[in-house]
């Protein structure tokens, strides 16, 4: 894992005494909300509802136990006890008080964590592969560019006022587990002809309002020149963005306004005049943040072991679990473990203090003290010996985080919709427990398999229904709660975004819907064959024809 | 309205003349864009200080060929939030050479100034009455104090983490 050295750390202190300064500021008036906003936006602070709401950074989604425990600590004394782990690989606090917010950020960063661009139009926290340094289908640990872009991009002077937020993802694998097609720029680690490893660029996806699938527009980019071309998109983004109408200001607009190619050639040609210059990164600073990412110590163990093949055998419950919860790691004997945040009738995301220090316990004991955050809201041991993966998940299911659902229907992305949002059109979080209460028998579940099934409470998608394989958006007709269905989304390699199957559903049908949706893919499917595979092949009509035939 | 520069609160002594009024008698006048493009002679041969408002929706490289002749320009922040001339200022300054005065006028306030500053701009212009300057002022101070080590090359002269290890590096390897 990445350590701060005297300059981060320097850095990030000063930073709590400056958000300290500005806070007494305001708390004494000689700020307005109207002049605080921008800069506690900055700070991950936001006004919600009834309350500020803190956004911690979680870089690359990568922490350990000493910083799960802290943030436990944090969701104690600051909060009500527990957290919620965003889509963003960000953790939020839903009370914390203004007047101490300061000293949390001071908590924070002791651990080496900050809040620092959260929030507000600037660069925010940026995300990657959540199996980063434990996929066996991976070029190179994507964590190594994400921590250069981190550095880079924190307190940006020319671009901490853009005119919208923008969020960068990097893989370092060909299997997409970071969206990188729905961000603003997505960046894949790949090999090129002569076997050198550089990026290929992806600029202007997004989800809201405007989903969009992002143009390639560089197939390969040297290690090397990473941040001078950064800096010439921000740049060229920076003075052409719109800045008049607030829905039109992601960058993904500007892409598609000039179209891929003329926004591909405004990059080349600033990036010319920038490269060359003190953005270059020395191999030997590359050197030095990725020794941070090399691999824990692995032990050379055979490729099976036979007490977790025995305990398979006589644990159903187990069985079963590994079955969703489990995926291949690159080194033989080892798994990586997936802890799901999806309870059946829970909020998804949610973790109380102490189930968060379960976690860390657990990391720290068996899983070389790493913990990742996913983009689907769960956690991740990466390094988990398989010998030592029974008693994982029996330490998981005593702190009640051993939903046995990874990849299943009720594993879903929900927002918080109407419950907490002042912006939905309908709830989400109910809808989602109502599913998931339907489908609450998990051998069902299992034999449906995999289905992402994702539900936002207005056009903004933070439940990402877009890239669902199944989504739901809440919409309002004359004041009522209704919800519109697409089929065939996907966030992977093969993004794409889901088609309308037709007239939305009311809240109470559509659970039915839902339902009907799923019993129509299990008449129709192929031996093996996948919900979205399935659709891909046979599109609309025959979920068309299920749910509104008899109308 | 005052400015801040050099560390100091001075009193402006250039004037903004909108483009119906005549630059004769103004010792130092700031013009518009469209008036130097359409300039007259008069105003091209002009022997005196001159200074330019720049839009901030103009790309810098549209003056490259006249900065020598301004000796002072003012980049505007029509709200503060919006940070085109943050990207116009590093371009003067790092890709045309501009050395003369570079101003931040409009909706300037005390947290913009470390990020003003590293961009490459030497004044600020200060709204208000005598104590909310004073204390624009003392937030000038903090301002350039909070942040004693920036993560990235700019337009300024502090040099950033990435050069501190560099030398650091070489030094490792020298002794
Ligand atoms: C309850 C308060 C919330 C409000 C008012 C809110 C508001 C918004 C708005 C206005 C957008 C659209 C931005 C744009 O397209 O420029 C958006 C997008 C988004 N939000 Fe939220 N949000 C909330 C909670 C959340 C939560 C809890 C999460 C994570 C679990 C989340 C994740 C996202 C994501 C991933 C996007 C995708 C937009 C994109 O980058 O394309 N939001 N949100
Ligand atoms: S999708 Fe809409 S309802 Fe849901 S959290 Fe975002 S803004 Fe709120």
Redesign the interface.
């Known amino acids: 894992m990445y350590r701060y050295?005297e300059?981060?750390s320097?850095?990030v202190n000063?930073?709590v005494?400056?958000f300290r300064?500005?806070v007494a500021r305001r708390l004494s008036g000689?700020l307005d909300e109207d002049?605080f906003k921008?800069?506690r936006l900055m700070n991950g602070l936001y006004l919600q509802l009834h309350a500020y709401m803190l956004r911690v950074a979680i870089p690359y989604g990568t922490l350990d136990s000493l910083q799960m425990r802290r943030l436990a600590r944090i969701a104690r004394v600051y909060d009500r006890g527990y957290g919620h782990f965003t889509t963003r690989q960000n953790i939020q606090y839903n009370w914390p008080k203004l007047a101490e917010v300061p000293d949390l950020l001071a908590e924070l960063a002791e651990v080496e964590m900050h809040a620092i661009q959260t929030s507000g139009?600037c660069i925010r926290n940026v995300t990657a592969d959540h199996f980063a340094g434990a996929a066996a289908d991976e070029v190179e640990d994507p964590r190594i560019h994400a921590e250069i872009i981190r550095?880079?991009?924190?307190?940006?002077?020319?671009?901490?006022?853009?005119p919208r937020k923008f969020k960068i993802a990097v893989t370092g694998a060909a299997r997409d587990r970071a969206a990188i097609k729905v961000h603003d720029i997505g960046l894949q680690l790949r090999r090129d002809a002569a076997g050198e490893v550089g990026f290929r660029v992806i600029v202007g996806g997004g989800q809201g309002r405007t989903p969009m699938i992002g143009p390639t527009i560089r197939e390969f980019l040297p290690k090397a020149d990473l941040?001078s071309y950064l800096e010439a998109i921000l740049?060229v983004y920076?003075?052409l963005g719109r800045?008049d109408n607030l829905f039109k200001a992601r960058i993904k607009i500007l892409v598609a306004s000039v179209g891929a190619d003329i926004f591909a050639a405004m990059v080349e040609e600033e990036w010319r005049?920038l490269r060359g210059?003190?953005?270059d990164l020395?191999a030997?600073?590359v050197a030095?943040i990725a020794a941070y990412f090399a691999p824990p110590p692995f032990e050379n163990l055979p490729a099976q072991d036979t007490g977790f093949e025995a305990m398979r055998f006589e644990d159903r419950d187990f069985a079963r679990w590994c079955r969703t919860n489990l995926h291949v790691h690159k080194q033989p004997g080892y798994a990586i473990l997936s802890i799901s945040l999806k309870p059946v009738g829970g909020v998804p995301g949610d973790a109380t203090a102490e189930q968060m220090e379960a976690v860390a316990d657990l990391a720290e004991r068996y899983g070389q003290d790493e913990i990742r955050v996913s983009h689907e809201q769960n956690l991740v041991l990466p390094h988990v010996r398989l010998r030592d993966v029974h008693a994982v998940w029996q330490g998981l299911v005593a702190a009640g985080l051993g939903a046995a659902n990874i990849g299943l229907v009720s594993d879903m992305i929900s927002c918080p919709g109407l419950d907490y949002c002042n912006l939905a059109n309908a709830r989400s979080i109910p809808v989602a427990q109502r599913i998931a209460t339907r489908f609450a028998d998990l051998d069902r579940q299992h034999d449906i398999g995999e289905l992402k099934l994702k539900i936002s409470g207005c056009i903004n998608a933070c439940g990402h229904h877009h890239v669902g394989h199944i989504g739901i958006l809440g919409v309002d007709k004359k004041g009522r709660e209704f919800y519109q269905i697409t089929l065939g989304g996907s966030a992977g390699e093969d993004a794409s975004l889901g088609d309308i199957v037709g007239p939305a559903f009311s809240y109470d049908d559509v659970v039915d819907a839902v339902e009907s949706l799923v019993e129509t893919y299990l008449d129709l499917r192929e031996e093996g064959e996948l919900f979205l595979d399935a659709y891909r092949r046979v599109g609309l009509a025959p979920f068309k024809e299920a749910l509104y035939a008899g109308h | 309205m005052p400015v801040i520069k050099d560390g100091r609160l001075v009193e402006d002594d250039w004037t903004f003349i909108p483009d119906f009024l005549p630059l004769d008698e103004v010792a130092r006048p700031v013009v518009s864009l469209a008036r130097w493009r359409d300039g007259d002679c008069a105003l091209r041969a002009r022997n005196g200080r001159l200074g330019l408002r720049l839009p901030n929706?103009t790309?810098p490289a549209a003056i490259g060929a006249d900065l020598d002749r301004f000796a002072l320009i003012e980049l505007e922040f029509p709200v503060?939030?919006?940070?085109?001339a943050?990207?116009?200022a590093?371009l003067l300054r790092e890709?045309h050479g501009y050395r003369g005065e570079l101003r931040a006028v409009g909706e300037v306030?005390r947290?913009q100034y470390?990020?003003?500053e590293?961009?490459g701009f030497d004044s600020v212009s200060v709204a208000g009455d005598k104590a909310d300057q004073g204390?624009a002022l003392e937030g000038w101070y903090?301002a350039m104090a909070?942040?004693?080590?920036?993560?990235?090359?700019?337009a300024d002269q502090r040099p950033p983490?990435?050069?501190?290890?560099?030398r650091r590096?070489a030094a490792a390897v020298a002794s």
């Not at chain 1, 550095?151 to 853009?162: A, D, G, I, N, V």
């Not at chain 2, 983490?161 to 560099?166: D, G, Q, T």
């Open positions: 050295d300059f981060d320097t850095l000063e930073r005494v400056q300064g500005q000689e002049h921008p800069l139009n550095q880079w991009s924190t307190l940006h002077p020319e671009f901490s006022f853009l941040l740049r920076n003075r800045r005049a210059g003190s953005l020395p030997e600073e030095r | 929706d790309d503060f939030k919006d940070g085109r943050y990207s116009q590093r890709r306030v947290d470390f990020f003003l590293r961009c204390r903090e909070e942040i004693s080590v920036p993560m990235q090359p700019a983490a990435s050069s501190l290890r560099e590096r």
